[in-house]
C-alpha cells in the first residue's frame, strides 16, 4: 500500500511558466514533508521541506503547499527554468519511526 | 566539504554471483541508510544505522542481503547470491540529525543482474 502517492509520472511545462507538482499522502501520522530533485545518474538532492503544523513554505522560486484536511501537498516553481528539468520525488516522515516513505516520482520537462 | 561517496558506480554480474557496495557518509554524519530504487519507483528504504547499530532492518531482505557500518562511519552492502530481480541503483545516504531527515544521497551503484 503506497503511503505516499505521485499519480502523475510526468509534466510538461514552457520555460517561464509555473510548474505544479502533486504528492498525496494516506498517513496522517506524518509529521514532515520533503520535495527532493534528481538528475539522471545522479543522487537525490534536497529542495525543499514543509512541518505539518505550517501550510506554506518558501525559498525562492520554490514554494510548497500542505494541505492537511485533503492530506494533499503541492510543489510551485516559478518562473520555471530549463534547469528544472528533473525527476521530482515526494517524501514522507514521521517523528514516531523516523521512516522516511518516497514517491514514485514525477518526471518534469521544462520545454523551451 | 565532500559528498556521499559510493563505489562501485556500476556493475554487472551473473545471477547468483555475490556483490558488495561500498559508502563513505559525509564527515560527522552519524545516521545512515540504504536505499534501493528500482527502475520508476521511488528509493525504498533497506537499512538505517545510528553510528554503528542498525536501528531499522526491518526491509532487509536478510536471507541474501547484509549490511555493516564499522567504526561508526563507513557502510558495506552485500548480496549474496544475486538475483535477477536485485538489478537496480543502491543508494546510500547520510543525515546529521535523525529528525527531520534531510538526507543527503550519493550517485548510487546500479547493479544489472544477467
Known amino acids: 500500500d503506497q503511503q505516499v502517492k505521485q499519480n502523475s509520472p510526468s509534466l510538461s511545462v514552457q520555460e517561464g511558466r509555473i510548474s505544479i507538482l502533486n504528492c498525496d499522502y494516506t498517513?496522517?501520522?506524518?509529521?514532515?514533508f520533503l520535495w527532493y530533485k534528481k538528475y539522471p545518474a545522479e543522487g537525490p538532492t534536497f529542495l525543499i521541506s514543509?512541518?505539518?503544523?505550517?501550510d506554506k513554505n518558501e525559498d525562492g522560486r520554490f514554494t510548497v503547499f500542505l494541505n492537511k484536511s485533503a492530506k494533499h501537498l503541492s510543489l510551485h516553481i516559478v518562473p520555471s527554468q530549463p534547469g528544472d528539468s528533473a525527476v521530482y520525488f515526494c517524501?514522507?516522515?514521521?517523528?514516531?519511526?523516523?521512516?522516511?516513505?518516497f514517491g514514485k516520482g514525477t518526471r518534469l520537462h521544462i520545454l523551451p | 566539504e565532500a559528498g556521499v561517496v559510493q563505489s562501485p558506480r556500476y556493475k554487472i554480474i551473473e545471477k547468483k554471483q555475490p556483490v558488495a557496495f561500498w559508502c563513505n557518509p559525509i564527515?560527522?554524519?552519524?545516521?545512515l541508510y540504504w536505499y534501493r530504487q528500482n527502475l520508476g519507483q521511488g528509493p525504498e528504504l533497506l537499512i538505517r544505522?545510528?553510528?554503528?547499530?542498525?536501528?531499522?532492518d526491518s526491509q532487509l531482505p536478510k536471507d541474501r542481503f547484509s549490511a555493516e557500518r564499522l567504526k561508526g562511519v563507513d557502510s558495506t552492502l552485500k548480496i549474496q547470491p544475486a538475483e535477477l530481480g536485485d538489478s537496480a541503483v543502491y543508494l546510500c545516504?547520510?543525515?546529521?540529525?535523525?529528525?527531520?531527515?534531510?538526507?543527503?544521497f550519493g550517485e548510487g551503484s546500479r547493479l544489472t543482474v544477467l
Open positions: 544505522y545510528e553510528n554503528e547499530e542498525a536501528v531499522d
Open positions: 498517513n496522517s501520522m506524518f509529521d514532515y
Open positions: 564527515s560527522g554524519h552519524n545516521t
Open positions: 517524501a514522507a516522515e514521521s517523528n514516531r519511526d523516523d521512516k522516511i516513505i
Open positions: 514543509i512541518s505539518s503544523i505550517k
Open positions: 545516504a547520510s543525515s546529521y540529525r535523525r529528525f527531520p531527515g534531510e538526507l543527503f
